[in-house]
């Protein structure tokens, strides 16, 4: 192996900084109104979103520079703590945090975190392990079905509680498998297979079924589950081209519910417009862009799957929540990476960017 890089990629390091600033600030843009009004603080879920981002940072600079074969190596016993976490939640356990009808955390109203978020890059530096491992015999049928068997047991613990982080799970860990060169016919049914649980999944929750019914028709369940659609759409289209004005949004003033979490991008749009909107989409490209370049110039089998796989992780989770935003995808509950209010997932995201710039000090020249 080459000597490594003393320094990561800065353009992966730069686009993921300029992520978070934007997002700290439209976060306290977009909830500063409602924030005032529960909390008597405008600046409630601002101060909290800078402890977050704190604590990211500190991970994304530990994880930048600690030792790749120090993660590779407790990846297994890491991913029994998570499945063991996430098998908690199933079951009627003390420590188990519902919130808006969902039991997708752990520990008390006021200092939680979700398995599920942690689950992300865990299973995708062990999943790298585990291809690089099973190498070419990817392609035989028994090491296909072992590795689907591996592949479905997260985004399965999952799915109950949160269909949309699965998804990103699932999907990630797929293109993976693609990228180690499975069949294509045995991708196709994996992908079958998948498509076909997601349905189901939809159909046992009466609340998934609402939300497609107002994913296909927002205008006309306007006060019910096609209201969320209906007021990020008039926020996009009231920004026009430079937007309203930072802080000027309307839709915030408790319009447009999840404002500074799943639907902050509609807030942006807004306050920012097209320009602003762009940026942000320009930025993940970039992200995602740069991502790949690291993981196809990396000598190193697993540091290249798992550089590959945290980039279309990011890349997945970004699309999915566009996409929502804007019409194109019913309701998913799925953030804006480095955007959206979040403890656990902005912590997690941050972190996991940290081992992918940590990859790219391993590029050869």
């Not at 009466?206 to 659609?229: A, C, M, V």
């Not at 602003?276 to 540091?303: C, Q, S, Y």
Request: hydrophobic share 55%; net charge positive; with cysteine.
């Amino acid at each position: 192996m080459k000597r490594r890089k003393e320094q990561p990629d800065l353009v992966l390091f730069y686009v993921t900084i300029l992520l978070l600033t934007i997002g700290t600030i439209m976060v306290l843009s977009s909830s500063s109104y409602q924030a005032m009004l529960e909390n008597k603080d405008a600046f409630y879920y601002f101060k909290r979103q800078i402890l977050f981002a704190g604590i990211g940072l500190i991970g994304m600079f530990i994880m930048m520079y600690i030792r790749p074969e120090i993660v590779e190596n407790v990846a297994t016993p890491a991913l029994v703590v998570v499945i063991i976490m996430l098998v908690w939640l199933l079951l009627p356990l003390p420590f188990v945090v519902e919130v808006g009808g969902s039991k997708r955390w752990l520990g008390t109203r006021s200092v939680r975190f979700a398995p599920a978020e942690l689950a992300k890059p865990i299973i995708i530096v062990w999943f790298a392990i585990w291809l690089k491992t099973l190498g070419k015999n990817i392609r035989t049928p028994k090491g296909f079905f072992i590795s689907i068997v591996f592949l479905a047991v997260i985004p399965v613990l999952i799915v109950k509680e949160d269909l949309g982080t699965a998804i990103v799970v699932a999907g990630t860990l797929l293109c993976m498998m693609i990228i180690a060169q499975a069949k294509w016919a045995h991708v196709l049914f994996v992908g079958f297979i998948g498509i076909s649980i997601v349905i189901l999944a939809i159909i046992l929750e009466p609340y998934r079924l609402k939300r497609i019914d107002g994913f296909l028709h927002p205008f006309e369940n306007l006060t019910e589950s096609g209201w969320q659609l209906v007021q990020s759409l008039y926020a996009l289209g009231s920004g026009w081209l430079f937007g309203v004005g930072l802080g000027d949004s309307r839709q915030k003033l408790l319009w447009l519910p999840e404002q500074h979490t799943d639907f902050i991008f509609a807030i942006i749009g807004e306050e920012l417009g097209f320009i602003g909107a762009l940026l942000v989409i320009v930025l993940f490209a970039i992200f995602v862009w740069r991502g790949f370049w690291v993981a196809m110039n990396l000598e190193d089998t697993i540091k290249s799957y798992i550089a590959f796989g945290l980039t279309v992780c990011v890349g997945i989770q970004a699309l999915i929540n566009l996409c929502v935003v804007v019409g194109v995808l019913p309701v998913t509950g799925i953030t804006l990476p480095f955007i959206s209010y979040g403890g656990t997932s902005l912590s997690i995201m941050l972190a996991s960017a940290g081992f992918l710039l940590n990859m790219s000090r391993f590029v050869k020249k």
